[in-house]
């Protein structure tokens, strides 16, 4: 063995700073004991000791193009592919290659939709099919970073709804973060405006409770989302799972509505929203007020 330096939450989270995370969180794996097994850490790394969320912000310009209407290809490569798979994996990367040179096992994991689902055989009793999908915002939650928020967006004290999440599962023991007490999303009442496809259903409701955090969340229709030409990007990774939807109106109303109410700790010198709202609905638009 060549590395074999004892690593702390704190030397994890400066680390994950330097390599280019905006947001660090840690769970204990017992956080994730009652995970269905094809969702569960432990099923991709037995030896899981700690769950280590890292998160860049999606830069609020990124959303401009989509906000105003006439640029929708910046969001998806700045916004999406590139931040997610470039900018954020090389985080997450560095991250793991840190665990490892300090003889800790690093798993880096991608933040794929659970909706695949299994697609091959057990190699035997008590493993999962392959393959294992996290879920990665349930994991933020879990980690300390935020919550789910009416629309199901992960939300989170310092960016809303702008940020995406990878993980690196470790063998390294690490305090975990407290979950967060903060309530963000507190104007469930507004969420049908942000819609103008109506997909979000309070006729839907669930309450969602991760580690004792109780969060309601609406019945959203992702068949309709599937459809929705007003900033929704078809799942990259499987067309038939739930749109990104950060970009399109209901994610950019639910964080013009997160700025109006002093929500966001990352703040601006200008609002998000600035003028009407475009919305279409089949072949026409439609522009409404969006304060
Ligand atoms: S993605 Fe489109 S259809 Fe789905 S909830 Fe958002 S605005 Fe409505």
Redesign the pocket.
Known sequence: MTGQNHVTAADVKNMAGKFGADLTGIASIERFRNVPENENPEQIFPETRSVIVIGRRIARGSLRGIEEGTQFGLYNLYGYDWLENRFLASATYNLAEFLEDSGYEAVPVQNLPKEIGPTGLRVADGRAAPNVLIDFDRAAVRAGLGEIDY?GFLLTPEFGTRQRVQIVLTDAELRPDPLCEKTLCDFQDKYSD???????DPGGETTLGICGKKMRVAG???E??R??G???VNNRYYPEGP?D?IA????RSVYAELERRGKIERGFRTAFRKRPVWNRVGNRVELRDGK
């Open positions: 629309g942000f819609c103008p496809l109506d997909a979000i959203i229709d992702f309709t989302c459809e929705c007003n900033g929704a749109p939807r399109a109106a209901c994610g």
